[in-house]
């Protein structure tokens, strides 16, 4: 019997870093059969589009596979952001992660967005993304506006032709002085005019630029454009004209005046003023109106104009509204989208439930030594006493980032200070966390706990002070006169007992790097950390004994050596971790730093301070804090060298010193946000950007935990598509909101906000809402997006969320 197939648009948004000239390249495979390559060029996301024939309502494995990460020196990585199949949008962490290096840990492991090594992010994708093609109508052409003053409409054409790939063909953006006109795509051998119009000033110079944006190869099929000239009102200029110049988008390269645009590249006319007169023309022949732009005869061709948008289980209803604010004549259209809830999934890569400890290994409920690698997230301690970065995005896309970039668990800082009345909550922005307003700080704290549960990653409690502020306390113990040992204690009984049983709650660290007086072992209740250690551990014990209970040590935690004649004991065994702090040269000029064996001397330096906990089989040890600016080479080698150490590399051979199935020295890295004076983050100031340096360093070391098995929240995206009833002649800005319904943000989706901006000619845009997992079924709930300008209400739609299909 024959078999439907139908035309599936796939989409592959990712970014990468080049090395030595050379950006990483990956393939794009449907059921083992490869369907196109790209190379990832662009430092920022971009997206590469691929279409492939499939039989319809039919299930089908996707791959995105990388293949060139061998490099002489440093880095060459790519990065998968989402991939979207017929507009359902898949992150990373929908797919399973197949190494192809040596040294991978597990033949799989839990995908991510990071690939720094050859291998295969694999998507399963169910039946119904593949129910026939569906092809959006063309945008109507924008009706032409009276020109200001002073400027005048002018009709640009790019005559033009391409060769299609997997039956997409060339798609280029015009743009006139860097802002975009329109944009078409050339199917064509045969050369067709493309016009577009746009008001400029007269008598002045412009700078017109065709972009060229989706080159690809596919099943051995080159996509090209190929563009012959740029008029303006019927001047014409050749692309092999001295006006003209063609620069390619990976990497800059000049490549003249040409015709040939056989990379993604951008050709620029720099035309002087005489083309921009104010007078008009009409062309005949063959002539394809570009999205934006409009036809003015011939015969109607190849172009595209128009987008669509995807979501799991379609749109119904809707809105359609026009602003009664400045601009009158702007009106849409947005329909409503169904999805299912996205449940609980199955994670291979998950640390099941509470742990306790075995020799120097982490043991999970189902038996397997697992390695705690994350990040610290801080701010909790004051002056906020929230985590940080909340006024910059929502605490899930701070812990979704997380979880892409591989970290399992978040060392989750606290003071004493948090709990007063007096205390005033700081640094959320509610529009970005509307489901934070009103809430205490402790129930912040349950709201990023809890999600964190449900994405899988683990939290350890730190308390990292007692009075508000930054850093450790100044005296360097555990007390304070406002905050004395009997107020931490009974601060702690609190949160052991609030959180008895929330398995995404694993530790405590008992407080942060007792420091100048502390001591280890000598009796003295005022200054003796290790006493007071067990002291607040068996207090701890008393409510809750499922915790890891961590303990620092001396002089800022960098030294433990008193465990050799002290050693820590508490009342329930097998719950004890050392937690020793490393820093290099952004922090201090340490000794061990400048020595003339450096780096081969740190092994024993770290020997002789902590390592030895682990190498004797003590416990294990957790180092919760290391980290650096990372500028300079000397303290990259000493990040290097020190993830190598904790990995059990002991000597520095380049092979693990382990016995068979143990895994190595647990951290948090320091810090997430990049507000830490001596340090930063490993976020950059913009709070979104994660700093390739210090990523690059540190990924060596995530832990793979391939032996457990768990649940985690599942995900989907919910598309609005939002059109305009006909396109705008100047960039119109358009805000949009999520509401809650019975569906609440934080629980059931991640509320979003931002601003749509269309350039002339465009009049589809779609808006992205994030659904999160449950593992209960509510009945269908809802939420609205609000879509306003000039705060006039535009439309409204309605996304609904039907329980998760078993």
């Known amino acids: 019997m024959s078999t439907t197939t139908s035309p599936s648009k796939i989409v592959v948004n990712a970014y990468g870093q080049s090395l030595d000239g050379v950006a990483p390249h990956f393939k794009l495979l449907v059921d083992g059969q490869e369907v196109g390559s790209a190379n990832a060029a662009d430092a920022s996301s971009k997206a590469y589009s691929f279409t492939a024939d499939l039989a319809a309502n039919t299930a089908h494995k996707i791959q995105v596979v990388y293949d060139n990460d061998t490099a002489t020196s440093a880095y060459r990585d790519l990065y998968v952001q989402s991939i979207e199949v017929n507009g359902h949008t898949l992150k990373p962490t929908d797919a399973i992660y197949e190494r192809y290096d040596d040294a991978a840990p597990a033949p799989t492991q839990a995908g991510q967005e990071a690939m720094w090594w050859d291998g295969a992010l694999t998507f399963s994708t169910p039946a119904n993304y593949?129910?026939?093609?569906?092809?959006?109508?063309?945008?109507?052409?924008?009706?032409?506006?009276?020109?200001?003053?002073?400027?005048?409409?002018?009709?640009?054409?790019?005559?033009?032709?391409?060769?299609?790939?997997?039956?997409?063909?060339?798609?280029?953006?015009?743009?006139?002085?860097?802002?975009?006109?329109?944009?078409?795509?050339?199917?064509?051998?045969?050369?067709?005019?493309?016009?577009?119009?746009?008001?400029?000033?007269?008598?002045?110079?412009?700078?017109?630029?065709?972009?060229?944006?989706?080159?690809?190869?596919?099943?051995?099929?080159?996509?090209?454009?190929?563009?012959?000239?740029?008029?303006?009102?019927?001047?014409?200029?050749?692309?092999?004209?001295?006006?003209?110049?063609?620069?390619?988008?990976?990497?800059?390269?000049?490549?003249?005046?040409?015709?040939?645009?056989?990379?993604?590249?951008?050709?620029?006319?720099?035309?002087?003023?005489?083309?921009?007169?104010?007078?008009?023309?009409?062309?005949?022949?063959?002539?394809?109106?570009?999205?934006?732009?409009?036809?003015?005869?011939?015969?109607?061709?190849?172009?595209?104009?128009?987008?669509?948008?995807?979501?799991?289980?379609?749109?119904?209803?809707?809105s359609t509204g026009g602003s009664t604010g400045g601009d009158t004549s702007l009106s849409l259209k947005v329909g409503n989208v169904t999805v299912s809830d996205p449940g609980m999934v199955q994670s291979s890569s998950s640390i099941n439930g509470f742990l306790h400890t075995n020799g120097n290994q982490i043991v999970d409920e189902s038996g397997n030594n697992v390695r705690l690698t994350g990040v610290n997230w801080f701010g909790g301690e004051g002056y906020n006493y929230v985590p940080s970065g909340l006024w910059a995005d929502s605490y899930q896309h701070h812990i979704d980032s997380m979880k892409d970039l591989g970290f399992n668990v978040i060392r989750l800082t606290w003071a004493d200070d948090m709990f007063d009345s007096t205390a005033v909550t700081n640094g959320i922005d509610y529009s970005k966390n509307p489901d934070l307003k009103g809430l205490t700080r402790l129930e912040v704290y349950d709201k990023v706990i809890d999600y964190a549960g449900k994405n899988g990653i683990k939290v350890i409690l730190d308390h990292h002070r007692n009075d508000g502020g930054a850093g450790t306390n100044e005296h360097g113990l555990w007390y304070t006169d406002n905050n004395p040992e009997s107020k931490v204690i009974e601060n702690w009984k609190m949160l052991a007992e609030h959180y008895a049983g929330n398995k995404a709650v694993i530790g405590a660290d008992l407080h942060n790097e007792p420091s100048v007086s502390a001591t280890w072992g000598d009796g003295n209740q005022a200054t003796d950390w290790a006493a007071a250690a067990e002291r607040i551990g068996n207090s701890i014990q008393t409510v809750n004994k499922d915790w890891l209970l961590l303990v620092e040590g001396t002089e800022?935690?960098?030294?433990?050596?008193?465990?050799?004649?002290?050693?820590?004991?508490?009342?329930?065994?097998?719950?004890?971790?050392?937690?020793?702090?490393?820093?290099?040269?952004?922090?201090?000029?340490?000794?061990?730093?400048?020595?003339?064996?450096?780096?081969?001397?740190?092994?024993?330096?770290?020997?002789?301070?902590?390592?030895?906990?682990?190498?004797?089989?003590?416990?294990?040890?957790?180092?919760?804090?290391?980290?650096?600016?990372?500028?300079?080479?000397?303290?990259?080698?000493?990040?290097?060298?020190?993830?190598?150490?904790?990995?059990?590399?002991?000597?520095?051979?380049?092979?693990?010193?382990?016995?068979?199935?143990?895994?190595?020295?647990?951290?948090?890295?320091?810090?997430?946000?990049?507000?830490?004076?001596?340090?930063?983050?490993?976020?950059?100031?913009?709070?979104?950007?994660?700093?390739?340096?210090?990523?690059?360093?540190?990924?060596?070391?995530?832990?793979?935990?391939?032996?457990?098995?768990?649940?985690?929240?599942?995900?989907?995206?919910?598309?609005?598509?939002?059109?305009?009833?006909?396109?705008?002649?100047?960039?119109?800005?358009?805000?949009?909101?999520?509401e809650d319904g019975t569906a609440k943000a934080g629980t059931d989706y991640t509320a979003a906000h931002g601003s749509l901006t269309f350039q002339p000619g465009e009049t589809t845009k779609t808006v992205s809402v994030h659904i999160n997992g449950t593992n209960t079924n509510d009945g269908t709930e809802n939420f609205l997006l609000q879509l306003t300008h000039d705060n006039a209400n535009l439309g409204t739609a309605t996304g609904f969320i039907t329980d998760h299909a078993a």
């Not at 952004?586 to 003339?596: A, R, T």
């Not at 951290?667 to 830490?676: D, G, H, I, L, V």
Request: charged share 15%; glycine share 14%.
């Open 556 to 738: 800022w935690s960098s030294t433990l050596a008193g465990v050799k004649t002290h050693p820590i004991e508490f009342d329930t065994p097998n719950k004890l971790v050392y937690s020793p702090h490393a820093y290099g040269q952004s922090v201090g000029q340490f000794s061990w730093l400048s020595d003339p064996s450096y780096p081969d001397n740190l092994p024993a330096q770290y020997d002789s301070m902590w390592g030895y906990i682990y190498k004797n089989n003590i416990a294990p040890i957790l180092v919760g804090e290391f980290g650096g600016q990372m500028h300079s080479a000397a303290e990259q080698t000493w990040a290097s060298t020190l993830i190598k150490y904790m990995n059990g590399d002991w000597n520095l051979d380049g092979k693990s010193d382990l016995a068979a199935g143990q895994q190595g020295m647990n951290w948090t890295y320091w810090a997430w946000t990049p507000e830490s004076g001596d340090v930063g983050g490993l976020l950059q100031d913009d709070y979104k950007t994660v700093d390739p340096t210090k990523m690059n360093i540190i990924k060596a070391g995530l832990a793979a935990n391939s032996g457990s098995s768990g649940t985690v929240a599942g995900s989907d995206e919910a598309v609005f598509t939002v059109q305009l009833a006909k396109a705008v002649t100047t960039a119109t800005t358009i805000e949009y909101a999520t």
């Open 130 to 318: 593949y129910g026939g093609a569906q092809t959006a109508a063309p945008a109507a052409p924008a009706t032409p506006a009276a020109p200001a003053a002073g400027t005048a409409q002018n009709v640009i054409t790019v005559n033009a032709a391409g060769s299609a790939a997997a039956g997409e063909g060339a798609h280029f953006t015009v743009l006139v002085d860097g802002k975009a006109i329109g944009e078409g795509t050339a199917t064509s051998s045969e050369a067709k005019d493309y016009k577009f119009t746009a008001d400029l000033a007269q008598g002045t110079a412009h700078s017109v630029e065709v972009k060229y944006d989706n080159d690809a190869v596919i099943d051995g099929t080159d996509r090209n454009l190929f563009v012959h000239s740029v008029s303006v009102d019927g001047k014409t200029v050749a692309a092999t004209d001295a006006a003209m110049s063609v620069q390619r988008t990976a990497d800059g390269a000049d490549l003249g005046a040409t015709t040939d645009l056989y990379w993604d590249a951008t050709l620029t006319a720099k035309l002087d003023a005489s083309h921009f007169a104010a007078s008009t023309s009409s062309a005949g022949g063959s002539t394809d109106a570009g999205k934006g732009g409009t036809a003015t005869g011939g015969a109607t061709g190849g172009a595209t104009g128009g987008s669509t948008g995807g979501s799991t289980g379609g749109s119904t209803g809707g």
